[in-house]
């Protein structure tokens, strides 16, 4: 008899307890963050064509050597709009090649978004049927990876990168192979 009129107050309690830890783990900035399985690990081998040459196939193999950014992007993208202006500083200081991985995009479209807003990258690999992307882990764009000179990913970010992200992750984290190396 007694313990069913202390059920109803322990139900809740329990709920209560529940909804304060919730609560509590939502107040990290990065709680969306996905940690990638793939950081420390060979990036996945691949074999596109290049945008701006359809008939020239360039592999993972390819990069290798020097330390490169993979930027995920395609023309339908909004968020890649809105990072644009960070990867073009970016990219101007020629501090690590940028690579573009134009996602699930047609051609056409690709073309004339970079006509619009300006190619920052050394090279854009095509990526229309978005196969190879699984391998990475892509799922959404736009996602930004560094690959050392050995083919190792060393760094993630999904989302659009903005100057901060760049001067506290990616900066950082490129510094850190390349006193490895």
Request: net charge neutral; aromatic share 10%; charged share 25%.
């Given at each position: 008899?007694?313990?069913?009129?202390?059920?109803?107050?322990?139900?809740?309690?329990a709920?209560?307890?529940?909804?304060?830890?919730?609560?509590?783990?939502?107040?990290?900035?990065?709680?969306?963050?996905?940690?990638?399985?793939?950081?420390?690990?060979?990036?996945?081998?691949?074999?596109?064509?290049?945008?701006?040459?359809?008939?020239?196939?360039v592999?993972?193999?390819?990069?290798?050597?020097?330390?490169?950014?993979?930027?995920?992007w395609?023309?339908?993208?909004?968020?890649?709009?809105?990072?644009?202006?960070?990867?073009?500083?970016?990219?101007?200081?020629k501090r690590?090649?940028?690579?573009?991985?134009?996602?699930?995009?047609?051609?056409?479209?690709a073309?004339?978004?970079?006509?619009?807003f300006?190619?920052?990258?050394?090279?854009?690999?095509?990526?229309?049927?978005?196969?190879?992307?699984?391998?990475?882990?892509?799922?959404?764009?736009?996602?930004?990876?560094?690959?050392?000179?050995?083919?190792?990913?060393?760094?993630?970010?999904?989302?659009?990168?903005?100057?901060?992200?760049?001067?506290?992750?990616?900066?950082?984290?490129?510094?850190?192979?390349?006193?490895?190396?």
């Open positions: 008899m007694k313990l069913n009129r202390w059920l109803p107050l322990v139900i809740f309690a709920l209560a307890a529940l909804l304060a830890a919730g609560v509590w783990i939502s107040r990290k900035p990065d709680r969306d963050a996905l940690p990638s399985p793939l950081i420390g690990k060979a990036a996945p081998q691949f074999s596109l064509p290049v945008l701006h040459e359809p008939d020239r196939i592999s993972l193999q390819d990069l290798r050597g020097t330390p490169f950014v993979l930027n995920v395609g023309s339908w993208c909004v968020e890649c709009r809105v990072e644009h202006p960070v990867l073009t500083r970016f990219a101007e200081s690590v090649r940028v690579v573009g991985y134009n996602w699930k995009d047609e051609r056409a479209d073309l004339r978004w970079l006509e619009q300006g190619n920052p990258f050394w090279l854009v690999i095509a990526d229309i049927e978005g196969k190879n992307a699984i391998d990475w882990g892509i799922y959404g764009a736009p996602e930004t990876f560094l690959v050392d000179g050995n083919g190792m990913i060393r760094w993630k970010h999904v989302g659009p990168l903005s100057d901060e992200i760049v001067r506290k992750e990616l900066l950082p984290a490129l510094q850190k192979i390349e006193g490895a190396r």
